[in-house]
């Protein structure tokens, strides 16, 4: 099954590092949506790439930057990291022209 | 920044119960909806996505209703079973490619 596939699947960094998440879209796919989902709360949109471009960017700071590549997989990185960071990263692949999102299972990233 | 709110936040019915659940989202340049069912150390699963003023969908037990003018949709469940158990999210598009979420209605079914 050609699903959303997301890595590592847990991550514990210290403050003020940097970490980087990886996800690749679910076969026939050529968009990628990042989503952050804090305890409680429902996901928040981080940003959407397509064409290897960013398309779309929620209200998040200049600390998370991705990429896309020419195989329609996705990084997340975050800088300097804070204890605010902790959360559930979400991935989401989508048809750009259909809409309609297929998630990954998520990184938990633990930051102390 | 699109304005999603899910009512209630939280629901706890018994097993047998029909239950239902509000979306509620601004009413312009709407484009289509989704409806997610995230399962506790699942991923979100697609139920369903919806398009035009007055669409229903049904999936088994699960229906779901739109309103594009009024800026609202209703996720219906019928005769709830503990298997239904899940936070309920519903996302909203103004445009073909972002999804803004709503902080999902979680339900509890108790046998």
Known sequence: ?112 | ILNVEQSPQSLHVQEGDSTNFTCSFPSSNFYALHWYRWETAKSPEALFVMTLNGDEKKKGRISATLNTKEGYSYLYIKGSQPEDSATYLCAPNTNAGKSTFGDGTTLTVKP
């Open chain 1, 1 to 112: 099954d050609a699903g959303v596939t997301q890595s590592p699947t847990h991550l514990i960094k210290t403050r003020g590092q940097q970490v980087t998440l990886r996800c690749s879209p679910k076969s026939g796919h050529d968009t990628v949506s990042w989503y952050q989902q804090a305890l409680g709360q429902g996901p928040q949109f981080i940003f959407q790439y397509y064409e290897e471009e960013e398309r779309q960017r929620g209200n998040f700071p200049d600390r998370f930057s991705g990429h896309q590549f020419p195989n329609y997989s996705s990084e997340l990185n975050v800088n300097a990291l804070l204890l605010g960071d902790s959360a559930l990263y979400l991935c989401a692949s989508s048809s750009w022209a259909h809409g309609g999102y297929t998630f990954g299972s998520g990184t938990r990233l633990t930051v102390v």
